[in-house]
């Protein structure tokens, strides 16, 4: 039995990898392609912890045990959820270009229901949604350093969908 927080059962509908409520902050997310062909790739959101400017914490596990770390700060003004997807970056303080040159990916991450309905992502604490989507995802990260050779092979979609919730 899978369960969501607090031990709660998730419930499944019929026909449908819906979950009961989930918190984003422990949503786990699967690529839309789907099947043996594509990429395979999931999302696993985590807490983010104390963060002032962090607030949302995830990772994107592609094929060949390659794992891209991504955080998420919303942007002042007109507020959007920016995230970033970084590759091997160092560890500890670093200064902006090294971070600049670690980072695969960036965008505003968009969310979706089952109604059609286009969001953002939403802060912890907030059920998760059914669908993300990460602009340009696919095409970036298919021009990356960490595509072929030693990294990743296969390229997500730029979309994904709840599959499940963490314990």
């Known amino acids: 039995m899978i369960k969501c927080a607090a031990g709660v059962p998730a419930i499944l509908f019929a026909g449908s990898t819906a979950f009961a409520t989930c918190p984003i902050e422990l949503a786990i997310y699967g690529d839309a392609q789907g099947g043996a062909e594509t990429s395979g790739a999931e999302i696993d959101f985590m807490p983010a912890g104390t963060s002032a400017t962090v607030t949302n914490t995830f990772r994107l596990i592609l094929d060949n045990n390659v794992v891209l770390n991504g955080i998420v700060m919303w942007t002042q003004g ?90």
């Open 78 to 167: 007109a507020p959007r959820p920016n995230g970033s997807l970084m590759y091997r970056c160092p560890e500890g303080d670093a200064t902006g270009q090294e971070l600049a040159a670690c980072t695969l990916w960036g965008g505003v991450i968009y969310t979706g229901d089952d109604k059609g309905t286009i969001g953002l992502l939403p802060a912890e604490g907030i059920e998760a949604p059914k669908t993300l989507v990460l602009a340009d995802l696919g095409p970036v990260l298919r021009q990356s350093r960490a595509f072929g050779g030693g990294g990743f092979s296969k390229v997500p979609s730029d979309v994904f969908v709840l599959k499940g919730c963490q314990e």
